[in-house]
């Protein structure tokens, strides 16, 4: 965790990078300083990011939408997601609500910049590092090795591949092996929904049930 818990089992889901609810069974604990310090010295295998916005290249917006100083949205911002990104292994970064765009109004963590070589030519970056997959609530996508530029590499079940190219602004470009995604298992299932119950059901589906519950103890 990014406050400096590590080896821990999470009881749910964290609301912040120091969240109580993640000390149980933790095997090390430090401080922020020397959770980032091990980033930039290369123990960080694998990343994982939430997405607002997402260009072909993997190179991230979670700042703010439209005019910076008058934005449509003002995001939280890159936290340590630039550093993670800039460093850690691999990333791989998740979209759920956010967008495809061809052009980012502001990039808070860098991917492969402007694709091909861009980012180990700047020479600020751990090589070989960077996004490596980027998972949708349609697909999976991957980088291709030499352009650096983002491709369908799997659908989902029960998703056509012109539903997920109508989203991409982009002529996106699809894996002459393209594969559809393996379903969850069973325990997998169930993990997610011992773990986090909510997560299975919609967002609006939360808030509705949330506000009858409140609407019923204020009844009471």
């Not at 990333?91 to 860098?110: A, E, I, N």
């Not at 995604?181 to 325990?187: G, I, L, M, V, Y």
């Not at 169930?190 to 609006?204: G, L, Q, W």
Request: charged share 25%.
């Amino acid at each position: 965790m990014e406050s400096g818990i590590i080896g821990f089992q999470p009881t749910m889901p964290m609301e912040n990078v120091a969240d109580c609810t993640a000390f149980r069974g933790f095997s090390c604990s430090t401080d922020l300083f020397s959770t980032f310090t091990m980033t930039y010295r290369g123990f960080v295998d694998v990343c994982f990011l939430g997405v607002a916005q997402v260009d072909k290249y993997g190179n991230l917006n979670t700042t703010v939408i439209g005019d910076y100083d008058y934005p449509d949205v003002r995001l939280p911002g890159s936290g340590g997601a630039a550093d993670f990104i800039s460093y850690a292994k691999r990333t791989v970064l998740t979209l759920r609500g956010g967008q495809f765009v061809d052009k980012l109004p502001y990039v808070t963590s860098p991917g492969y910049l402007e694709g091909g070589d861009s980012r180990e030519k700047s020479s600020h970056f751990t090589p070989g590092s960077g996004p490596s997959k980027l998972i949708s609530t349609q697909g999976v996508f991957e980088f291709d090795p030499i352009t650096k530029e983002m491709f369908l590499s799997s659908v989902h079940p029960g998703v056509a591949v012109e539903a997920i190219k109508k989203k991409v602004p982009w002529d996106l470009k699809v894996s002459p092996n393209l594969k559809q995604t393996q379903r969850p298992k069973d325990e997998e299932i169930d993990f997610i929904r011992r773990y986090f119950p909510a997560e299975p059901i919609s967002k609006a589906l939360v808030r509705e049930l949330s506000l009858a519950n409140m609407a019923r103890k204020l009844s009471t």
